[in-house]
């Protein structure tokens, strides 16, 4: 029997030297010393010991709990002392570590406050496919084959009948295909240009389409919204001006230009002297358009116009570069 507890102490001394936290030195505890501990069920053993073995066997047993106790008290106290050592070492008042939150893209904030201006005057917001048939981004918009105008866009072809779109004014025809008037929509979405990249000009950006159509629509109701929507985006005291244009889906046309953000009108490098910097191109819809989507030109007119969202953005913030948009520098994102 003493052979068993010389080995219980042993386990137990082995068992405490490798002790190095809180946690273990509970495992001690329920190891040794709780209810179902060891102690306890030697204890629970006395009771089938022989009478005259009894007091030896109690005696042995109380000194075991006597050493495993007082050993595991010893320990736990140091324990407890180190791991309060550790913890006053952390400086409470020292200020946290910021944590740095990610934000939306100055574009895509650009868009929703686009998109919030125009759905308070009326318009919804509809989508198109980047990747278009030549009907859609050519011919339904009355640029007919050999027609000049063509070559004002310079087109990523996918094939012979299929590119990415240039421009969001396909959607206009997909937009009239499936709704009949009135129709008060805008569109935005990602355009593509065969442009060599620099300063003023990237392969792709976005633009917002807008198309109204109507029984009386006429084109001081066009410039109204177009005024309306300006200073809503750049402030009351903005100054604009149309100027007469060509597109071959809208007739009239028009580009609307504001005071350049650079020189405020006086000109110079970025406005090319001019003082003015156009913002978007609009017009009544060309009876030819309504054609194409079985609306009948002699009882409906209507007006479009589409903005690029990369120029909107650069003139509101006084960036010079479109090129800045599409690095994701977080010195430049941040500041927004
Ligand atoms: N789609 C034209 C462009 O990309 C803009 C425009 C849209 C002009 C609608 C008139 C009406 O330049």
Known sequence: MQENFNQIQKEFDKDISQVSSLNDIEQIRIKYLSRNGIIS???DKLREIPKENKREFG???NELRDYITNIYEIKKKEILSKSSQESSKIDLTLPANQIKIGSKHILTQTLEEIKEIFKSLGFSVFEGPELESDYYN????????????RDMQDTFFISKKF????HTSPV???VMEKNKPPVRAIMPGRVYRNEAINARSYCTFQQVEGLYVDKDVNFSELKGTLVSFAKQFYGNDLKYRFRPSF?????????MDITCFLCKGKGCKVCKNSGWL???GCGMVDPNVFKYVNYDPEEYLGYAFGMGIERIALLKYGINDIRIFFEN???FLRQF
């Open 41 to 43: 069920n030697l204890f």
């Open 59 to 61: 005696k042995s047993v």
């Open 138 to 149: 050519f011919e339904a918009l009355n640029f007919p084959d050999d027609h000049p105008a």
């Open 163 to 166: 590119l990415l779109r240039t």
């Open 172 to 174: 206009q025809i997909r």
């Open 247 to 255: 597109f071959p889906f809208t007739e009239p046309s028009a580009e």
């Open 278 to 280: 156009e913002i978007l």
């Open 329 to 331: 520098d977080i010195r």
